[in-house]
Structure formats: C-alpha cells, structure tokens
C-alpha cells in the first residue's frame, strides 16, 4: 500500500468513525405489537434511509395509541405513532405533543357486517346485533356514523364482548356485525371462514385521522433539523414500501421472525390504501389536510365529550415535510 492510498484509508475510517459518533440516538414507539403496516419503518431501517440522515433508530413496540401519546409526552420516547384522535385528545388534555407526519389520512374504523347476512345497504343494520368490546373509539363514532347514514341507532342492538369474543359472536351468528378495523378483523375473520363486507367509516361520511408521527414541542423548539430529517426518513421508507411491499414484510420478519408473510402482505396493502384521503390525494407522501383535521375535531366534539378551545390545526404541521 502507497504512503498517499493509506493516508486516503485513514481519512475515510476517521470520517466514518465521526459520522457514527455524529448519529442522534433516537427512540421511536409504535402504537401496537408489530404488524404488517409497522413494517416500512423496518425497511427504512434495514436500507439505511434513518442512517443516511445521521438517526441511530430503535424501533419499540406499542400498547395502543393512548399510551404513544402519554409516553412521548412524558420523554420516554422521542417519537410516537398513534391515531389523530388519539394525538387531539391527548393534546387538549395537556399532553404537550404535535403531529409532524401523516401514515394514514385515513380511517381503518369499519363495520363490518357478515356477507350471508343480508346486509346490503347501510339502513339494513337496522333490526341487527353489532359486536364490539368496550371502548373502542369506532363504537363512540357509531352514532355518528348512523346518523349520517340515516340508521335509527335505536334499532341497533349492540352486544358488548371482550376481545376478540366480538369476532367470536359474529362466526358463530350471534351477531350479524362487529366493530372492525380494515387491516385487522376486516382481514382476519374471512380467512377463519366468516366472509365479511365492510362499510368503512371513511367512505360513509365519518372519517377521522389515521395513524400519524408525532413529537414531543420541546423537540420541534429543541432540535427542528432532527425532526425534518426523521420525517424525511419516514417518508422515504414508505415510499419504498410502496413500491416493494415485499421488501418492507421480509425485513419486519428479520426483526420478528413469527410474521406471518401472507397476512402481513395483506395488512400492508390495506394502509398503503388508507393513507390518503380526497383531501390529500393530491399531496405528496406525509402531508396532511386541514380540512381531515377539522373532520376529526367535529366529530370528536359532537360524539366524543371532546371539550377543547384548541383549533384543528394547532394538532398538526407539515413544516417538517420534505419539501
């Protein structure tokens, strides 16, 4: 080896060494045990899309959307993932946090009814059993839900089960629907045999923010480039899966080995579905509508008990969007 090509060696190893000192160490929380949606942020990671932009990623699974919101907002994470409604209950209750990406403008919230049911038309449920477990944030915007489709709620019986006993009611015609998510019960009820149809929330008038990426505002203040650069990460690594959905399922399976390929699949395609909304289709990848936000506010105030003097876009920003 020349005097000059080991001089050029030892500059590359010492730029290197400072790129990898250089990296912001950064914890990132999801809002659920890892599946096939999750995946993108493991292809990001496995392609370097958070390396490139100087982020050393650690990827924690989640216990819903309520706890992201707490979490991040106490500084136990430096980003979450959670529901817009999620992120606009926390915040008007003081949780000092701020959507800065959009994953789903859309809803996943479905009610989703047995194919053999006779259930063609929304007005149909009325005279009909709905299966769901207490709580859940598509049972509050049920009324909602009904009313903007001209259904008597007070025709519907709901039956209240624990768990996966909803779908347990439905397989065996206890109920004729259940309370749904598109890339969860929507998915895997069929394949245990019970075919469903659903009518999604989104597309009957009632929809509210999907997933976003939120932050806490002592980072925005802190750190804005850290922001804009995970952001920038986060958009590329679903625009990858987007295109190699495949690629995104092989590398959450090399984080967890016991994903399975086909459901996953399946899962990924359906978000890839709800990410955007009429408000947004003609945004790129991560932008979010106001007109989304002042949807899910309204609704949430009018069927949720959401007490708030907070404006629908002091929930969000899109500054730290590529632009």
Excluded at 19 to 40: E, I, S
Excluded at 100 to 106: D, F, G, Q
Excluded at 113 to 123: F, P, Q
């Amino acid at each position: 080896m020349t005097k000059k090509s080991l001089m050029f060696g030892l500059l590359a190893a010492l730029l290197a060494s400072t790129a990898a000192q250089a990296a912001d160490k950064v914890t990132f929380r999801l809002n659920w045990l890892m599946y096939g949606f999750h995946t993108p942020f493991y292809l990001g990671v496995e392609r370097g899309y958070y390396k490139d932009e100087g982020i050393d990623l650690t990827i924690g699974e989640g216990q819903g959307s309520v706890r992201a919101v707490q979490t991040v907002g106490a500084k136990g994470d430096m980003f979450g993932l959670a529901d817009g409604g999620s992120v606009v209950a926390g915040v008007s209750k003081g949780a000092p946090v701020k959507a800065v990406m959009a994953v789903t403008n859309s809803s996943p919230y479905s009610l989703a009814v047995r194919t053999d049911a006779g259930i063609k038309t929304m007005k149909d449920i009325e005279g009909k059993t709905v299966a769901t477990a207490p709580g859940e944030a598509g049972l509050q915007l049920l009324p909602g839900l009904f009313a903007r489709n001209g259904v008597d709620i007070d025709k519907v019986k709901i039956l209240r089960v624990e768990g996966a006993g909803k779908m347990v009611a439905v397989a065996e015609k206890r109920a004729e629907a259940l309370m749904a998510g598109l890339d969860n019960q929507s998915l895997t009820l069929p394949k245990q045999g019970v075919p469903l149809t659903d009518f999604a929330y989104s597309k009957y008038g009632t929809n509210t923010v999907g997933l976003t990426i939120f932050t806490h505002n002592d980072l925005i203040k802190e750190n804005p480039d850290l922001v804009k650069r995970f952001v920038k990460a986060t958009v590329r690594s679903f625009e990858a899966a987007i295109k190699e959905p495949e690629a995104a399922i092989k590398a959450g399976q090399k984080v967890k080995a016991d994903l399975e390929a086909g459901l996953s699949l399946e899962q990924l395609k359906v978000g890839i579905g709800l990410m955007k909304t009429d408000a947004t289709k003609n945004l790129a990848t991560g932008h979010f509508a106001l007109k989304d936000w002042q949807d899910t506010v309204e609704l949430m105030q009018k069927y949720m008990s959401l007490e708030t003097t907070m404006k629908p876009q002091d929930f969000f920003t899109n500054d730290f969007l590529p632009k």
